[in-house]
């Protein structure tokens, strides 16, 4: 597939250079599903006359050709190596987009969520990292089985980087691999937040597509810092169907929505939604209740991503440091329908 789209993409001609797209160098990333088409289109100049009609011209094309999938062309300009500015020189600098997974409360999956997305991202085309801020119960660490990573720092451009760990192609810096566990309480002000800025700005991401940040459980004064910090482009919000949670949804939908927040909400997903027993995976059992979560995103004109029933190897997955997503081909189906709405959800806003 993604040959066929290169090969599009090879037949519109820059004007000005007289090279086809692909000759030219402009082609610097593409994802492809059945279900979306990504392509990432460099400039290198920083306003290239014909980038906008460049743009429209591939995205008519690759919808003609790929009429079920959605299509997105993105534009970035000027010099991958162009050295940034001092607010560029955060982690977010080089990177597209930055997806918040957030939840009203603990234990309703966010980390799963989180992981399962990434890997969902990863499995797309996307370049894709992983930033566990959640300084309650950093779990990523032990989903993607590298506990005992001990980050080391690099100098570039004469300024201390801190190396993240890779799982799976995914490059993840989790707060846990600086605090003990036992140490979590004693970490829940300033200093972790601390170190959370350190983590958000200091980190050798390379260039990536998307940033998956694992927030804190709730709607707290360490969100505002991080969200302070770091341009957050969309938020996914994990619930579970029962009241409470669902009730949390709209807390964090709220907050998001805040006049000085203002950062657009991507979707809710409903994790742990229903039981299937392995013997019979055609009945469904709502045992906390049906459709809640979908009920609020319907009426607080938030997209719903979809649900994720309670699966064994989601479980397991979690335990053994392999996202659910890795290893059960269900897990994996379901995650892409949602990381294919979120790629488009969060797209369409720019
Ligand atoms: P949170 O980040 O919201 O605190 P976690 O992602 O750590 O929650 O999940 C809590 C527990 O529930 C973990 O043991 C995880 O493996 C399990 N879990 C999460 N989602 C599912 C699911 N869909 N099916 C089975 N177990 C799940």
Not at 1 to 6: A, V
Not at 62 to 86: C, T, W, Y
Not at 233 to 242: C, E, F, L, N, R
Request: aromatic content about 6%; proline content about 6%.
């Amino acid at each position: 597939m993604k040959e066929h789209i290169l090969q599009l993409l090879a037949t519109i001609i820059h004007p000005e250079t007289e090279k086809n797209l692909v000759e030219g160098g402009f082609v610097e990333q593409i994802a492809a599903s059945e279900a979306a088409i990504t392509v990432t289109i460099r400039f290198p100049k920083s306003r290239d006359p014909f980038a906008v009609k460049i743009k429209n011209q591939s995205e008519t094309l690759l919808k003609a050709h790929f009429p079920q999938a959605k299509v997105l062309v993105m534009i970035k300009e000027g010099g991958q190596k162009k050295l940034p500015d001092l607010k560029e020189k955060s982690t977010t600098g080089d990177i597209t987009k930055v997806i918040a997974v957030a939840s009203g409360k603990g234990g309703v999956g966010k980390s799963t969520v989180a992981a399962n997305l990434a890997v969902a991202l990863r499995d797309m085309g996307f370049r894709v990292g992983l930033l566990d801020a959640d300084i309650y119960g950093p779990s990523q660490p032990k989903m993607f089985g590298v506990e005992g990573y001990i980050p080391d720092a690099e100098e570039v451009d004469g300024m201390d980087q801190i190396v993240p760990a890779d799982a799976e192609d995914i490059k993840i810096m989790s707060i846990g691999f600086f605090i003990r566990p036992t140490d979590a309480l004693l970490w829940r002000g300033a200093m972790a937040v601390n170190a959370l800025k350190q983590m958000i700005h200091q980190t050798k991401w390379g260039p990536l597509d998307f940033l998956v940040c694992d927030l804190p459980p709730g709607t707290g004064d360490v969100h505002l810092s991080i969200i302070g910090e770091m341009k957050i482009d969309a938020a996914v919000i994990v619930s579970t169907p029962q009241q409470v949670a669902v009730a949390d949804v709209v807390r964090g939908v709220e907050m998001f929505r805040n006049e000085q927040v203002n950062i657009p909400v991507a979707g809710v997903v409903e994790n742990m939604a229903y039981f299937s027993p392995e013997e019979l995976p055609d009945n469904k059992y709502y045992i906390f209740g049906h459709g809640g979560a979908r009920k609020v995103a319907e009426e607080y004109n938030v997209p719903f991503l979809g649900e994720i029933p309670i699966v064994q190897s989601i479980m397991e997955g979690g335990d053994t440091g392999r996202p659910g997503s890795t290893i059960d081909p269900r897990v994996t189906e379901w995650y892409h329908k949602i990381a294919d709405k979120i790629v488009g959800n969060v797209m369409k806003n720019g």
